[in-house]
């Protein structure tokens, strides 16, 4: 003869799944608004309403980053050793990149740099190319990459 086996209780849904997901959902939101901006910072000018005009003083004009030069220095190896091109023109050497920089910087501070670099050159050498701009406090300074497959 078959006893019957008592009935389990029902625990109802786990609980678990769930708790999981909402866990998730706060990392999500939290790393989401880490980058957000306060409203309190934002700049707005809250006037109130009047009869009259306000005179607003004109802003600093910001320049368009287009507006400033993009200055290209490739760098590779030559009969003498390093070749150095300023915007596609051969120079004589660091110490001539160096003038020209120098004056580059005095005149454009915010000019672009973009460094070209050969497989074949040595870290060393465009390490003080990199250096050089770093001291003559241009802003921004990148590397260009070649896409695989082209030289």
């Known amino acids: 003869m078959r006893l019957p086996r008592p009935a389990e209780p029902d625990?109802?849904?786990?609980?678990?799944p769930m708790i999981d997901v909402v866990f998730l959902l706060l990392v999500f939101f939290i790393c989401a608004s880490a980058g957000a901006m306060s409203e309190k910072l934002l700049p707005a000018e809250l006037t109130g309403a009047s009869a009259t005009a306000a005179t607003a003083e004109p802003e600093e004009s910001v320049q368009d980053p287009a507006e400033h030069l993009q200055v290209r220095i490739?760098?590779?190896?030559?009969?003498?050793?390093?070749?150095?091109q300023l915007d596609e023109q051969v120079l004589a050497g660091l110490p001539v990149l160096r003038e020209r920089l120098t004056r580059l910087a005095e005149a454009d501070p915010e000019s672009r740099i973009i460094?070209?670099?050969h497989d074949a050159v040595e870290v060393q050498q465009f390490i003080s190319v990199y250096d050089l701009c770093q001291s003559l406090k241009f802003r921004s300074i990148s590397f260009a990459v070649s896409p695989e497959g082209r030289p």
């Open 11 to 16: 625990y109802g849904d786990p609980m678990t």
């Open 74 to 84: 490739r760098l590779q190896p030559g009969a003498a050793g390093l070749e150095v």
């Open 115 to 117: 460094l070209s670099v």
